[in-house]
């Protein structure tokens, strides 16, 4: 059983920049991938960005288009997505979760643990 624990998020305007990070307290991670998703009002969820623990490659949604940046810090067992350039699409909660691999298809039935997620709001 893993907890996540994701902290960041808030509101910004269209063009700036968000950091949102996901934490997994006292749990080896090696045969993990964290994956982000995100849901806006009345839309379905969608992959936002995967990393795979132990190699440290990771995917992107096609939206993405080289905005956000997915990372890990071992140390701390801590994934995180810097977020630049963003849009109000970009608006949702966003969630991350563990799955023993990364989807390509970014299927969250795949995802066994999830956090609670953060808002993300990007408005003028």
């Known amino acids: 059983q893993l907890k996540l624990v994701e902290s960041g998020g808030g509101s910004v305007q269209p063009g700036g920049s968000l950091k949102i990070s996901c934490e997994v307290p006292?749990?080896?991670?090696?045969?993990?991938?964290i994956g982000w998703f995100r849901q806006a009002p009345g839309k379905e969820r969608e992959g936002v960005s995967c990393?795979?623990?132990?190699?440290?490659?990771?995917q992107y949604g096609d939206f993405v288009k080289g905005r956000f940046t997915i990372s890990k810090d071992n140390a701390k067992n801590r994934v995180d997505l810097q977020m630049d350039k963003l849009e109000p699409e970009d608006t949702g909660v966003y969630s991350c979760?563990?799955?023993?691999?990364?989807?390509?298809?970014?299927?969250?039935?795949?995802?066994?643990?999830w956090g609670q997620g953060t808002q993300i709001t990007v408005s003028s």
């Open positions: 006292g749990s080896p991670l090696d045969y993990y991938a």
């Open positions: 979760a563990a799955a023993y691999y990364c989807p390509s298809s970014f299927d969250w039935h795949e995802f066994l643990y």
């Open positions: 990393i795979r623990w132990k190699t440290g490659g990771a």
